[in-house]
T-cell receptor, first 113, second 115 residues
Framework: GNSVTQMEGPVTLSEEAFLTINCTYTATGYPSLFWYVQYPGEGLQLLLKATKADDKGSNKGFEATYRKETTSFHLEKGSVQVSDSAVYFCALKFSGGYNKLIFGAGTRLAVHP | EAQVTQNPRYLITVTGKKLTVTCSQNMNHEYMSWYRQDPGLGLRQIYYSMNVEVTDKGDVPEGYKVSRKEKRNFPLILESPSPNQTSLYFC??????????????FGAGTRLSVL
């Protein structure tokens, strides 16, 4: 079936460190891929997306590239800030899926000064 | 401001006492959906609606009901809540234009505890 696997957290980093959160997927067909972020006490917000192979999504210094050959969509940021502390969800959606998002388990990121 | 509004934000109830969580969106979106979030499982879809009077089950529909009488509202109903429905619930909406790259907008969540 269709699924998303994320690296387990929590991930703890110091401010200005490099961030990678791994995400791989299994899907029939060619899905769109998303990263959503959930700040403490809030709902999910779209962080970035990519709709086809080799697309790079970017926003707020975060980047992720849709890699069809490795079925991956890893999230990266060159220099994290305390304000980036949140839970990050990788998700996929495909045209035949009635608009349903399939989420990974989420990765909690804690950034310390 | 475009938003999805859920109420209440927090709810403690007892087993068997019927409750409704409301969801409203102001973006004229066709699609609305309910998810539950549990530790280690991410978000799982409960029910969804493609438009008024069109609803269907998601992956974990047991114990829940929904209705879509108006385009902006999509309430989640728990007729007889049980402790295994203790969870964090999110409502989401999106346009169906733009194919499978379109964005879903989420409410702030409802934290439900069933004792």
């Amino acid at each position: 079936g269709n699924s998303v696997t994320q690296m387990e957290g929590p991930v703890t980093l110091s401010e200005e460190a490099f961030l990678t959160i791994n995400c791989t997927y299994t899907a029939t067909g060619y899905p769109s891929l998303f990263w959503y972020v959930q700040y403490p006490g809030e709902g999910l917000q779209l962080l970035l997306k990519a709709t086809k192979a080799d697309d790079k999504g970017s926003n707020k210094g975060f980047e992720a590239t849709y890699r069809k050959e490795t079925t991956s969509f890893h999230l990266e940021k060159g220099s994290v800030q305390v304000s980036d502390s949140a839970v990050y969800f990788c998700a996929l959606k495909f045209s035949g899926g009635y608009n349903k998002l399939i989420f990974g388990a989420g990765t909690r990121l804690a950034v310390h000064p | 401001e475009a938003q999805v509004t859920q109420n209440p934000r927090y709810l403690i109830t007892v087993t068997g006492k019927k409750l409704t969580v409301t969801c409203s969106q102001n973006m004229n979106h066709e699609y609305m959906s309910w998810y539950r979030q549990d530790p280690g499982l991410g978000l799982r879809q409960i029910y969804y609606s493609m438009n008024v009077e069109v609803t269907d089950k998601g992956d974990v529909p047991e114990g829940y009901k929904v209705s879509r009488k108006e385009k902006r509202n999509f309430p989640l109903i728990l007729e007889s809540p049980s402790p295994n429905q203790t969870s964090l619930y999110f409502c989401a909406s999106s346009s169906l234009a733009g194919g499978w790259g379109n964005i879903q907008y989420f409410g702030a969540g409802t934290r439900l505890s069933v004792l």
